[in-house]
């Protein structure tokens, strides 16, 4: 298996089905398998993502999202056992913004592996990780067209407004107070 990362593993739990999923911080060991994950995510998924058309991280891309600044960033995968190894299966992220009283999230899960919690277990743990480091809110930014994702920001208690980047953008956003000490 391969090395886990600076940390080790947050937490591990099984699916109904029996699959067992490792939350756990991303690494510079995780390259290869971060580049899979994003070239495997449906062209619709990227788009929703990353807000522009592209097939796969370009290299500078790829160096940060394997090596986020501990200072001001955290980025956490998920992953299930995979021939001698480990699949990636999701994704979330922050960013401190300046001040450091809010952060900005991104998140994605495979499609074949949405619908099963697997996204409200990564944004329970990336809410409590940025809370934890002082942030009292999480802010971000969702395609209006993505219908299932603000469908799961507002599960979780985000307020939706329009955002000033254009109508076809929304700004979501979520006070952290009730996460610190959970």
Not at 46 to 63: D, G
Request: charged share 25%.
């Amino acid at each position: 298996m391969k090395p886990q990362a600076a940390g080790g593993p947050i937490e591990h739990w099984n699916l109904s089905d029996g699959t067992m999923l490792t939350l756990r911080p991303i690494g510079p060991q995780d390259a290869e398998m971060e580049q899979a994950f994003v070239r495997g995510l449906s062209e619709e998924s990227r788009y929703f993502r990353f807000m522009a058309q592209l097939r796969e991280l370009s290299p500078e891309m790829l160096q940060h999202f394997i090596n986020p600044d501990p200072k001001r960033e955290a980025a956490l995968i998920i992953t299930i056992p995979a021939g001698d190894g480990e699949q990636e299966i999701a994704v979330g992220r922050y960013a401190m913004n300046p001040g450091n009283e809010s952060c900005e999230f991104a998140i994605v899960v495979a499609d074949a592996w949405q619908a099963h919690g697997i996204a409200t277990r990564l944004m329970q743990a990336l809410m409590k990780h940025a809370a934890r480091r002082g942030s009292k809110r999480m802010d971000g930014f969702v395609m209006a067209s993505n219908a299932k994702m603000l469908e799961f920001v507002r599960f979780l208690d985000f307020e939706i407004r329009s955002s000033a980047k254009g109508p076809q953008i929304k700004t979501v956003s979520r006070s952290l107070d009730d996460m610190a000490t959970t």
